[in-house]
């Protein structure tokens, strides 16, 4: 296992926040993990993976007292250097119960229960609003999704958009440990580009897996081991290089509770969520802008 570096800054306004922190020893290629079957509902099956996909390890274990000092780090909190974990207010928890979604099973049903909800979806709508604007410096910021995803995934991103229309659920492919970016973006400019704050609107915890590396650090140790001079590093192929020249580098989780959020430069550091274990729907909503606590 190779030793955490400085880099991206954990915050946490909880109590007992980084005692649900945790560290492991690297990440392995999707192929070498038994991937935990999906029973929910009516499915039943193994997830699917990019070929170049790469999962954490699997052991999991409390953060030594240099390593939390490595990740509590003194630099100035900013959009693109740091990870926040915090909860939302009584008042704002009190209307995500009003919604009553988290005993449905799809996304299509949480989606028809919330237009059926338009009352409470407002008064939630003005209390995010309330509650986001201090958090975004007074800048602009928008609502992007409410996400579900099934429980027991090791990891929850995927890619749809090469699949013929009509796909079932189990074709989906999942990403593995990625970084956000679109082709408007360059690894030394994606720092610009802000940051997510993602709510826990299931019922059961879930997990946020993070690399505490910029993607400025990430190309500089790559570029440390090419022999080949002409080999592109683009925001699109970043990820496979670090992990395939760094696969002891640590993942850090964290227990994200029901209602409980994280804000995340998730276009410039590897990362992914985890419902692994939970047998409900894994219901979370992201709003874009540049938060910081």
């Not at 189990?170 to 993602?198: C, Q, S, W």
């Not at 683009?234 to 850090?252: G, R, T």
Request: hydrophobic share 35%; proline share 5%.
């Amino acid at each position: 296992m190779l030793k955490l570096k400085k880099g991206i800054g954990l915050y946490s306004s909880l109590q007992d926040g980084f005692d649900r922190v945790y560290i492991n020893s690297g990440t392995l290629p999707y192929k070498e993990q038994e991937l935990q079957p999906i029973k929910f509902g009516n499915w039943d099956f193994v997830p699917l993976f990019h070929d170049k996909a790469y999962l954490p390890r699997h052991d999991w274990r409390a953060l030594a007292p240099i390593e939390l000092a490595q990740l509590n780090v003194n630099t100035r909190q900013q959009d693109y250097n740091s990870i926040f974990i915090g909860d939302t207010p009584a008042e704002l928890k009190q209307i995500f119960e009003e919604l009553e979604i988290t005993d449905l099973t799809s996304r299509e049903e949480v989606m028809a229960r919330i237009r059926e909800r338009g009352t409470i979806v407002k008064k939630m709508s003005d209390g995010l609003q309330n509650f986001l604007f201090p958090k975004a410096n007074n800048k602009p910021f928008k609502f992007n999704c409410i996400a579900a995803n099934l429980p027991n995934l090791e990891l929850v991103a995927c890619d749809i958009s090469k699949l013929h229309p009509g796909f079932t659920v189990p074709e989906r492919k999942y990403e593995g440990l990625h970084n956000d970016g679109t082709k408007f973006m360059k690894i030394h400019t994606v720092h610009k580009a802000g940051n997510r704050i993602t709510i826990n609107l299931g019922k059961q915890s879930r997990f946020f897996y993070f690399i505490n590396l910029s993607l400025i650090q990430v190309f500089n140790m790559i570029k440390s081991k090419l022999t080949f001079e002409d080999e592109k590093i683009s925001i699109y192929n970043i990820a496979p290089y670090f992990f395939k020249y760094f696969p002891d580098y640590p993942v850090i989780k964290i227990i994200q509770k029901p209602y409980e959020y994280y804000i995340a430069p998730t276009d410039n550091c590897f990362h992914d969520g985890s419902t692994l274990g939970n047998t409900s729907l894994d219901i979370n909503m992201v709003y874009f802008g540049s938060f910081t606590c």
